[in-house]
């Protein structure tokens, strides 16, 4: 089985976290050796690092590929049995007469947050979901609690929609704390610090978050400053008091996670929340808020109204008596080790292969 998946998401300058669905899904589907993988990359040169999948460059720019998927399934070999759409970007077509197609709708953020993004952006969305609306044939992937009753309200036919689990496990190795040390001297950090990993824009609720840590360090010294690792997105974001990092690689991240006194992330909205997640799987403690879904039913998770300040506060010193024992780190750990991309792979092959 041929299976073509688009990549384009991990050329663009905020991929995010459907970047890292992507490495996830072409890994577990790798691992189940599901079939061929072909990867569609615009002309842009793309790091593809040690994911295993051959990549097709389509020959055009990122932006208009993006227009021409809309109605022109360009790039995708004849052969293909699979075209998986891994964002709204597309495409939504070719391959045999008998190929399936399908795509990842991840969340309705530019809905829930329209001034955290462009009108254009809302614009672009509202179209691509008016298309895949009209588009019977097209398999609709949800990760996100809640999406597929949403999208129902919204016209879809409820046997298109396929629920996915994303996955935490990675097989990269995590930095040494040594080269984590070493990193954070660079930026003026010496001892313990909070981490905040994730895209910088409005919706990520960051100046919320560095007022509640103000509050919470006067009280608990131990939390350290608040680091910030992550692109920077769309819309004015102020950073006054904390240690921005910005983009760091995926084992540095890994280390930071790992090596972090709490991992806090209280998006306003959102769709699933890998950050977080990810964080456990490194045995860290977590903040969250309570509109991050991918945590809402953890008992190791310290949860807040992302809204609310002094909640936030709260939730930063309590989450330090969880402790950094080995025992309490396992549980972390535990609490969210059957999300694997392997399932997650084995979620597409099982929507893909239904009648």
Aim: aromatic content about 4%; hydrophobic content about 45%; proline content about 6%.
């Amino acid at each position: 089985m041929m299976i073509t998946i688009s990549l384009d998401q991990l050329s663009r300058p905020q991929p995010g976290g459907i970047a890292t669905y992507v490495r996830g899904l072409v890994g577990g589907l790798a691992a189940l050796e599901a079939g061929q993988l072909i990867g569609l990359v615009a002309s842009d040169s793309v790091d593809l690092g040690e994911l295993a999948i051959t990549p097709h460059r389509v020959g055009v720019p990122l932006a208009p590929l993006t227009r021409l998927w809309a109605r022109w399934p360009l790039g995708v070999p004849r052969e293909a049995d699979v075209v998986h759409a891994a964002s709204l970007a597309g495409p939504f077509g070719g391959g045999r007469r008998t190929a399936v197609h399908s795509v990842a709708v991840h969340d309705l953020l530019w809905r829930d947050e329209p001034d955290a993004t462009t009108a254009r952006g809302r614009r672009f969305h509202e179209q691509r979901l008016g298309l895949l609306r009209r588009r019977a044939d097209v398999r609709v992937f949800t990760s996100s609690p809640g999406l597929d009753d949403r999208l129902v309200a919204d016209g879809f036919e409820r046997a298109r929609l396929h629920r996915i689990h994303l996955g935490v496990d990675d097989d990269t190795t995590p930095d040494s704390s040594e080269a984590v040390s070493r990193l954070l001297a660079i930026a003026g950090v010496t001892g313990p610090f909070t981490l905040y990993a994730g895209t910088r824009e409005p919706r990520k609720n960051i100046e919320r978050l560095l007022a509640a840590h103000a509050r919470a360090r006067t009280a608990a010294p131990d939390l350290g400053p608040l680091v910030i690792v992550g692109p920077s997105g769309w819309g004015s974001v102020t950073l006054d008091g904390a240690v921005v990092l910005g983009r760091v690689s995926r084992a540095a991240l890994r280390g930071l996670y790992r090596d972090a006194a709490v991992v806090a992330y209280v998006p306003r909205n959102e769709g699933w929340g890998l950050p977080p997640v990810e964080a456990l799987a490194q045995g860290s403690r977590v903040v969250a808020s309570t509109t991050t879904p991918s945590v809402l039913d953890n008992p190791e998770v310290d949860l807040a109204d992302p809204l609310d300040v002094e909640a936030i506060a709260h939730a930063l010193v309590r989450s330090l008596d969880r402790g950094t024992t080995d025992e309490a780190r396992a549980r972390r750990r535990a609490s969210v080790a059957e999300l694997t991309w392997r399932q997650c792979a084995l979620d597409h092959l099982a929507g893909w292969r239904c009648e």
